[in-house]
Nanobody, 127 residues
Framework: QVQLVESGGGLVQAGGSLSLSCAAS????????MGWFRQAPGKERGFVAA????????DYVDTVKGRFTISRDNAKNTVYLQMNSLKPEDTAVYYC????????????????????WGQGTQVSVSS
């Protein structure tokens, strides 16, 4: 069992930055693919970014490439999402999630691939 707790959300003006963290419990964190998803009001939860268990592989949805960076510290059981040049359309609840199936499956862009989810943290970007 893995428990995930996100933090770092808040209100920021367009063009600003926020850094999200997701702390995981359990001794197997380093074996999980970790992902960030977001859900805006009235929309489905969608993929934002993912990172392989080693941290060597990363992937992003096109709308955040060049602005967001995902990273992890396996010694601290934590995954991060650095968000720069934020836009009003980035406003959403952000969730982190853990996937046991492995990077090579290529499933990490899909909600159904993930076994554990955090409770979410609100990110609001004003124009």
């Amino acid at each position: 069992q893995v428990q995930l707790v996100e933090s770092g959300g808040g209100l920021v003006q367009a063009g600003g930055s926020l850094s999200l963290s997701c702390a995981a419990s359990g001794r197997t964190f380093s074996s999980y693919v970790m992902g960030w998803f977001r859900q805006a009001p009235g929309k489905e939860r969608g993929f934002v970014a993912a990172i392989s268990s080693s941290g060597l592989g990363t992937d992003y949805v096109d709308t955040v490439k060049g602005r967001f960076t995902i990273s992890r510290d396996n010694a601290k059981n934590t995954v991060y999402l650095q968000m720069n040049s934020l836009k009003p359309e980035d406003t959403a609840v952000y969730y982190c999630a853990a996937d046991r199936s492995g990077w090579s499956t290529g499933r990490y862009r899909n909600n159904y691939a993930y076994d554990y989810w955090g409770q979410g943290t609100q990110v609001s970007v004003s124009s």
